[in-house]
């Protein structure tokens, strides 16, 4: 009697242990916070890697401009989706989609070599 329960604890054990890595990073959010807070604090990076990239030296004026007129495009989507008071799943992948372009545009931009 007490094998089977000693097997069934453990299975249950493992189970739990195997799910929980899987269960957190669903949402890739930190306790609280809401998808639209989470993509405007990523907007809120993005604008300061373009202003590090400045300041190094790295980016120059004009790219600059052209990297924070996407930014502040992305950031007008973002408040345009959000206006109705429903900022669903697919508009939070449509702005990450977005998002992801954007930094593969000022990461090209500060290693180009200047």
Known sequence: MIKPL???TGLILTSLILSAPAAAQTTGLRPGESRLAADQARADRQA???DAGVAAGSINRREAARLDRRQAG???????LAADGRYSRTDAARI????DASSRNIARARRNQR
């Open 48 to 50: 300061q890697r373009v």
């Open 74 to 80: 992305i950031e007008r989507g973002t408040t345009r």
């Open 96 to 99: 990450d989609r977005r998002q």
């Open 6 to 8: 000693m097997t069934l």
